[in-house]
Every structure is written in C-alpha cells, then in structure tokens.
C-alpha cells in the first residue's frame, strides 16, 4: 500500500533531472530500510516529504523565472512584451489626502496589428479590482463586435479616513498567446479630477477611453444641475451619475447598472438632489457608444455573423461639463404663489364683471321704473326688441331672393307672442314640468307630422326647431354632463395609476430615457420629475370650475325666470339648455388632470392622455354652436361620445402604425373624406336624410334630379356656402395627411378638429351680424381678447421642448432654458394661456347671443 501511495506520487510530480535524483536516491533508502530494521513507513515518509520540498523550490524557481515585478512611477511609459511563458507586474505608490481628491487614469497600447490572444490587465488595489483585456471587444447591435486596441480607464478612488495615506495599487499583464505581443502602459494622475461649482471643463471621450469626474456638493446647495455639451451630434455617448464606489461602471454595456443615466447627442442634463448621496458627492460618467441607434444616428451593414469584428472607426467626441446650482426653495415659493395669483385673479374679475353687470341691470330697471321683483309678463307688457329683423334682403344678403317678412319667420299661429294669454303660458309651463320619458321627444300632437315641412322652409326660425318639451330636452343634454363625468373617473384612474408606476420606474432604474422632459428646466419636487410642467396645468382645473360656477349661476337666474313664468325666458332668446356647457367645463378640467398625468412622464406610450379631451373639447364647442340654433335635432350625447370615442381609437391607431404605413393613410383618408360627405349631408337636410342601405340610390337620385335634369340651384345657400367650405378644407387636410404624412398623427388629427371648429365659428359669427343681429359689448371683448391670447398661447406651443416622435436623446437637443421666473419654461406658459383662451372661447360661445334674450324665437333665424 505504502509502495502504491509512494509511486502515485512520483508519477503525478513534473519531474526535472535534480528531482530524479532526489526520488532516485529515496527509494534506494526504501530498499535499504526493507533490508535492515529501519521501520519502511518511515522511510517513505521520509520519503514523501523530499519530494514535497523538490516541488516548493521547483516552483520557487519557476516564479523567479517568469514573474517579474517592478516598481513603477507616475508619468512614465513602459515598454514590455509577454507571453504565456512570463508575467509582468507594475507597482504604483501614490500619496492620498482627505481634504483633496485627484484621479489616477490607466491608458494601455498593444502595437500588433493582429493578435493570437488578448492580454489581459488587472488593477489590483484597495477595496477593488478592475480588469480589462486589451483589444477592448465592445459589443453592438446584434451582438456585433468592436475592438479596440487603445484603452484608457480611471481608477476609482477608495475612501480614506486619515489626514494623509500613502495607498499601493498593482497593474499585472499576462496573456496565453505564445507569441511575443509587445504594449505601451502609461500611469496619469488626472489633475483636474474633481469639478468646480458653475466652472465649465473640456475634455473628450471615445468608447475604450471613457471618463468620469467628482463632484462635491457645497455647504448650503442641495441641488444641482449637470450640463454635458458637445458641438457633434454623432457618435452617440452616455452620460450617468453614480454614487462614490467602486467598481465604477464605466462602459457602454455596464454604465446602466447603476445611478441615473442618459443618452445624448448634442446636450444633456440631469438635476440631482444630495439627499440622493450620502456621500454629499457622485460622479459624472460619460460614456460614448460603439453604435448611434440608441441616439436615432444610420445604423451600420450587419455583419455575416455575429461575432465577427467590425472596424470600430474614430468615435472620440470632444465633450463640456458644467456643473450649476438648481433653483432654491424661494424659486419653487414664487412660481407656486405666481401661478396661483394668475387665475386667482381671474376669479376676480369674473367677480368684478358680475357685480358690475348686475348694477346695470338694476339701474335698467330703475330707469324703465319696472321693479325689479316684477317680470314684464306681470306688468302685462310686450318686452321689446331693441332692433327690429328684417329680411336677408335688408341686410344685403344674396342668399335669397324672396324677402322674408315677420309673418314668414312666424308661420304657426300657435307661436304668436301677442295672441297668448297668461294663463296659457302658465298652463304650458305647468305641462313642462310633468313626468316625461327621456324617449318622448315628440310632446306636440303635430310634431310627427309636420317637422319635415317645418324643415323645408326655406328660412327657419328657432321657433320652428325648438318644439320639443323643454324639460325632455334638458334631461336630453344632461345626459352630455353625466356622461363625460361617468368617462372622466374610469379614464383618469387607471391614468393616474400608469404614471405612477412610470415615475416609479424613473426613480429606480435611473434610466432618464423613459420620460421627455425639457431637462434644462425640470424641476423636481419629492418623486416628481418636473413638478413645474405639472403644477402649471392648474389653470385648466381651476378656471373649468370658475366656468362650471358661472353657469350654475345662469342657470339658477334662468329657473327663477321660469318659475316667475317671464316671457324673456319663456318665448325669447336661444333655448337655454346648460348641459353641454357643464360637458365643456368638465372636459376642461379634466384636460388639465390628464396633462398633468402626461407630464409626470411624458413619452410615446401615453400621448392620448393630453389630447383625448382636447378631441372632446373641440367636439362639444362644435355641438354647442349647432345646439343654438338646432336644439330639437341636435346629437344625442351616446352619438356624439361614440364618435369621439372613434377619433381617439383613430389617433392611438394613427401613431402607433401610421407612421410611414401607406395603407393606413390612404384607409383613413377615403374614411375622413366619406365622414365629410355623409355629415355634410346630414347637415344640409336638417336631419331629414337618413343614412340606411338605400343611401346611394338617394344620392345617386338627387344629383341627377337637382344637378342634371333641373340644373338648380341649393335651396339652402347660406347651409351650402358653409359646407361647401368646410368639405375643401377637410379635402384639402386629407390630401396633406396622404402627401406629407406627418409623424405627428395626434396633433394632425386635432388640427382637423380646430380646423373645423374655427371654420364653424367664423361661419356663425359671419351670418349672425348678416341676419341683422349684433354682438354685445362683454361678448365682443371675450372674442377679441381670445384671438390675441391664442395668438400667444400657439407662439409657445410651437417652440417645441422636446418631442416623443424621436429619440430620447434627440428630442433633447430642443430643450431649453426656463425664461419665467426661473422656474417655467415655453410649454409651461403654453399652459398658462391656452387655459386662458379655452376659458375666454367658453364665455364667447355662453355669451354670444345675450343680444337675443328679449327677442321672439320665431324672429331668431337659423343658420
């Protein structure tokens, strides 16, 4: 046994001619012990041991032979060449202070062209290791690989606890090539390794020679803002910011791992907060990457395979850091307090106007000496018109060439001011507020028989479309506020949850890519990101409940008017019917929780939450103005929230797929143009045209019968001028869309909306004052001031801070600095004026025909 043990030995020992010897001269005292009496496990043992001591001084030699270490100095380039067969290593002194921080940088050069192996470099020092192989592959898209052969890295810097600390770092290089592969290795110090406060430093950067500097927070800053700038868009480079540690990730593929980071072209910055940082200082990291997708840059051919080397080229980028002091808690006091002042003020003024609208009206009554608790219906007077109507011809219209007299606009009897009695009135108003179903539309005996005649005249007065029972009509459209509030709460829940989760995700991962922020002026505030982009969409929440209040308002003065049976508001002026004005201030204040929602984190992902009520806000202003002249044939709310439902289902489609997709622009054109024609048509036939299976037969019928056989002219010219108009510019719109196709499809599809909008308004606007009415003083202010604060509010909109169409790092190179107060920037005041104008083309679409409150419906003409 003791034979077998002895013999497994030997064979397992790399035997040398001096270790035969040994072994030789072992087993002959083996031998000679079995002879004699000298115990043979002893004699093994004995044995066993020489031969452990044959192998320690064997390998002994050996490190003697082929490791060398040397004692190397700062700001000297060493020479040397390895093999598989020796092994260098460097070692470095160097003295540290507490009180002064500077870098220690490794650059390494291998002057082959072509390599059998890679050598490897390991930094050993205090508390950490760094290793590297030199080429540097760099992996890319699909894996594909860059080498590079000069690589340069900083140490990172080990806390130290003494005054002063003299630190011993080692570089070794080996390699298992077996061929002789000769390197350049250079050890820096880097002097300016630690960044000054509002001090602009240079330097330059490439994917194997990335940099990184410190940063100590001042006593009294708690907040910074770093500035990365370079004048080269391209190559594509990474800025981060990591705590003091080691290792420090400083490569494209681990530079994620840890910190806050982000990609850049031009500019970058990230604001960041001490609370962050035990530490009181971090580091800035700039990486440049080995590829530009990430920055939206031409990708390169993709290799044969994917591990085949590419050609790294020169990707060095000369880079500026600028490290500068955020705003202060007195910023953040003054933007709140002027934010707030801004619409506080507004409620104010509405205030002001109201007083002040009152006292006219009681002076009013003072002079006509009619008490003010007496209605004109008690007094048993005629209120009077304060012009009368003629006829379009008066007005020098063109639209027709009969003159329209006081007895056509008024042809049913039923509807003659002077002819009906109190009691009437009293009793009609009794029968108003019964018990009717939401269904019965239709209350006047006649009204199935004769609303398509009524419809046919050739001149319509709001009298002939405001037949319904008052109180179905506004259950009717209740129906628009009770709706939008019912989408607003199951819309903004699931929205408010999805931003938190992204700010979530923001705050862990670090990765500042996520979310589209003007990064030059984002402030934060506890786990928000840009707290200003918030806060300033509180003027649509507030001056959309400062409308909701202003209507509550008319609302009640209109009840009491009806309860004292008032003839101005019995059978005088526009039907008044509040529920799409309580959908429009809804819409507004909801627009303004979901930007907010948007802007926690702004990207491509959750656009539709700051343009879906803005689709819907377009929308209910456009059946608002069809609802003053119409009220009886106006949408159902269930129709018109099933359309808008289409638009924004269009727009989600439009982005996610419309970019560039042919087949998708040409479907949503033919659709765009066929919804123009088939609600032109409706529109036209006030209703009466009903669209079934036998459509196309009709459409076919008329052109032939009004076009070919009779070649007339429109009956309804003033109906045609307008949508004549509107079917161009809608052409027109779907023609650009299927020509440029914008990437943009959200804002090109609410430009369609305010498109139309604008066109309906101006059409309007243009026959009131042709139909002989006016435009009252508050109304004409609201209208002019508007025009000027939306010419303003657009100015802002199209500066264009950032935007998710491109890259992250893209849509950086539009940020810009904040110009109000230090604390808002463009979009921020775009937010500021477009609540403004929303807020002022509510008050001109509620107060527009004040002018008609004491004038007969059935001299009211509708257009």
Not at 143 to 167: D, F, I, N
Not at 727 to 732: G, L
Request: charged share 20%; with cysteine; net charge neutral.
């Amino acid at each position: 046994m003791l034979a077998r043990l002895t013999s497994g030995i030997g064979s397992r020992w790399k035997q040398t001619a001096a270790d035969k010897m040994v072994l030789r001269s072992c087993w002959k005292s083996r031998h000679k012990s079995s002879r004699r009496t000298v115990n043979p496990g002893l004699a093994a043992l004995l044995c066993f041991c020489a031969t452990q001591f044959v192998c320690a001084a064997g390998q002994v030699d050996e490190a003697k032979k082929y490791v060398i270490q040397k004692d190397a100095e700062f700001d000297v380039t060493y020479n040397g060449t390895v093999t598989h067969d020796n092994q260098t290593i460097y070692a470095f002194n160097h003295t540290i202070s507490r009180n002064k921080t500077e870098g220690v940088r490794v650059t390494v050069d291998v002057l082959q062209q072509s390599l059998e192996s890679p050598i490897l470099f390991v930094v050993r020092q205090k508390q950490a290791v760094m290793s590297f192989q030199v080429p540097l592959n760099l992996r890319g898209l699909y894996q594909r690989q860059y080498p590079y052969k000069h690589v340069g890295r900083t140490l990172c810097q080990p806390p130290t606890r003494a005054a002063s600390e003299t630190q011993y770092f080692f570089v070794d290089v080996s390699t298992l090539s077996s061929q002789g592969t000769n390197y350049q290795l250079r050890v820096s110090r880097v002097e300016s390794f630690t960044l000054q406060t509002d001090k602009r430093f240079t330097f330059s950067a490439s994917p194997s020679q990335p940099q990184y500097f410190k940063y100590v927070f001042p006593d009294g800053v708690d907040t910074v803002i770093v500035k990365v700038d370079s004048d080269m868009n391209f190559p594509c480079s990474v800025m981060s910011i990591q705590d003091i540690q080691c290792p420090v990730y400083d490569l494209d593929n681990n530079v994620a791992f840890i910190g806050m980071y982000q990609t850049m072209t031009k500019k970058g910055a990230i604001t960041v907060q001490r609370k962050d940082f035990p530490s009181n200082s971090f580091y800035v990291v700039v990486v440049v990457k080995t590829e530009d997708e990430a920055c939206g840059g031409p990708l390169r051919l993709y290799p044969l395979r994917p591990d085949e080397l590419i050609d790294a080229g020169n990707r060095s980028k000369v880079l500026d850091v600028l490290v500068s002091r955020a705003i202060s808690s007195d910023t953040y006091v003054m933007g709140v307090l002027f934010c707030l002042g801004i619409f506080l003020s507004l409620y104010l003024l509405t205030l002001l106007v109201a007083c002040v609208e009152n006292k006219r009206m009681n002076r009013r009554r003072e002079l006509l000496q009619i008490p003010a608790d007496l209605s004109p219906a008690e007094k048993g007077k005629t209120p009077a018109s304060p012009y009368e109507y003629g006829s379009f011809a008066d007005t020098g219209s063109t639209l027709g060439s009969e003159p329209v007299t006081d007895s056509v606009a008024s042809t049913d009897n039923n509807y003659g001011y002077m002819e009906r009695s109190l009691d009437s009135i009293a009793r009609s108003r009794q029968e108003s507020l019964s018990s009717v179903e939401e269904e019965d539309y239709d209350t006047l005996d006649d009204i199935d028989s004769d609303k398509n005649i009524v419809r046919t005249k050739k001149y319509l007065s709001v009298a002939d479309l405001s037949r319904k029972d008052k109180r179905v009509l506004s259950k009717k459209y209740q129906i628009y506020f009770w709706n939008i509030a019912t989408i607003a709460v199951f819309y903004a829940l699931p929205v408010i949850q999805l931003v938190i989760t992204y700010q979530t995700a923001v705050n862990i991962t670090g990765n500042q890519d996520l979310c589209y922020y003007n990064f030059l002026c984002a402030h934060p505030l506890g786990a928000l990101s840009a707290f200003n982009n918030i806060f300033s969409n509180l003027g649509y929440v507030m001056l959309g409940l400062l409308f909701l209040l202003i209507v509550l308002q008319r609302e009640i003065v209109h009840k009491q008017a009806l309860d004292r049976n008032d003839l101005n508001a019995l059978e005088c002026g526009i039907p008044k019917h509040f529920g799409l004005y309580y959908a429009m201030g809804t819409a507004l204040m909801m627009e303004g929780l979901l930007s907010a929602c948007y802007h926690v984190c702004p990207n491509y992902t959750n656009f539709q939450f700051d343009t879906s009520f803005m689709y819907m806000i377009a929308g209910l202003c456009m059946l608002k103005l069809y609802q003053k002249r119409h009220p009886d044939i106006n949408a159902s709310a269930y129709t018109a929230y099933a359309c808008l439902a289409a638009v924004i289902f269009f727009s989600v489609i439009g982005v996610v797929f419309g970019r560039g997709n042919t087949v998708f622009w040409i479907v949503f054109s033919v659709i765009h143009i066929l919804a123009t024609l088939l609600l032109s048509t409706q529109l036209y036939y006030m209703g009466r045209w009903r669209l079934d299976s036998g459509i196309l037969r009709r459409i076919v019928y008329v052109i032939y019968t009004d076009c070919i056989r009779q070649c007339s002219g429109p009956m309804y010219i003033d109906r045609m001028v307008l949508l004549v108009m509107g079917n161009i510019v809608n052409w027109s719109l779907a023609a650009y869309g299927l020509i440029q196709r914008p990437n943009d499809f959200a804002s090109y599809l609410l430009a369609i909306a305010i498109c139309n909008l604008l066109l309906y308004f101006a059409f309007y606007i243009i026959m009131k004052l042709r139909s002989g009415e006016r435009i009252k003083c508050l109304p004409l202010v609201c209208i002019l001031f508007t025009a000027v604060v939306w010419g303003f509010a657009l100015y802002f909109f199209f500066q264009g801070l950032s935007t998710w169409q491109k890259t992250p790092a893209e849509s950086r190179e539009h940020n810009r600095n904040c110009i109000l107060l230090s604390f808002f920037d463009d979009h921020d005041i775009w937010h500021f004026l477009s609540s403004i104008a929303m807020f002022g083309s509510f008050l001109v679409l509620l107060t527009m025909d004040d002018d008609l409150d004491s004038v007969q419906r059935d001299k009211i003409f509708v257009f």
